[in-house]
Every structure is written in C-alpha cells, then in structure tokens.
C-alpha cells in the first residue's frame, strides 16, 4: 500500500511557475514508478509526466515537453513536477499516482493515486 499526498496547486498567472510535491509513505517508494496527471473540467484525467523508480527515465506529454520537469527525491519519499511557462490550457486537477512498472502511461495501470490539487492559470 502506498498513500499519495500532493500539494503546491494554486492560482498563478500566465507564465507563470509553480512546483508540485507529492509526499509517499506506507511502502518502498523507489520500488515505484510515478506519474503526474492532470484533470481539466469536463475531461479525462490524461499523463503529463511520469519517472522511473531510480528516477533515471522519464516520460512527458507533448503539450509539456520544455515547459515541466519530473524529479523525484527518494530519500524524502517525494516526487516533484515543475511547472514553468504555464498557460490557460495547464488549468486542471493535477494527481501524483504509483506504478509498480514504469513505461505505462494509462489511468487504469496506475495503483495508488493522491487527492489531487488545483492548478488555476489566469490568462
């Protein structure tokens, strides 16, 4: 079992950056690869950007390649997104989940998801 607890969602400006965390306790967090998804309203919860276990492989969506950065720290059982150049478009409910493998990009593969934060761009 692994809980999943994400903060630093808020109201930002377009162009503007945040930093996501995800906080895992309850198991080996660097057994797990990790994603981030994001929820817009009226959308399906799609991958933004996913790491490997070691944190040596990473995957983004096009919509984010250059603009967002997955890392995690797995001494503090944490994975991160930055967000920079953010834009209307980035506006969602964004979700850190856990993979036992990595390489898999679909909601159904994930096991263990967080509550979610809000991400508002204002343009």
């Known amino acids: 079992q692994v809980q999943l607890v994400e903060s630093g969602g808020g109201l930002v400006q377009a162009g503007g950056s945040l930093r996501l965390s995800c906080a895992a306790s309850?198991?080996?967090?660097?057994?797990?690869?990790m994603g981030w998804f994001r929820q817009a309203p009226g959308q399906e919860r799609d991958i933004v950007a996913a790491i490997s276990g070691s944190g040596g492989s990473t995957y983004y969506v096009d919509s984010v390649k250059g603009r967002f950065t997955i890392s995690r720290d797995n001494a503090k059982n944490t994975v991160y997104l930055q967000m920079n150049s953010l834009n209307a478009e980035d506006t969602a409910v964004y979700y850190c989940a856990a993979d036992e493998y990595y390489g898999r990009y679909l909601l159904r593969e994930y096991d263990y998801w967080g509550q979610g934060t809000h991400v508002t761009v204002s343009s």
């Open positions: 309850g198991s080996i967090f660097s057994r797990y690869a």
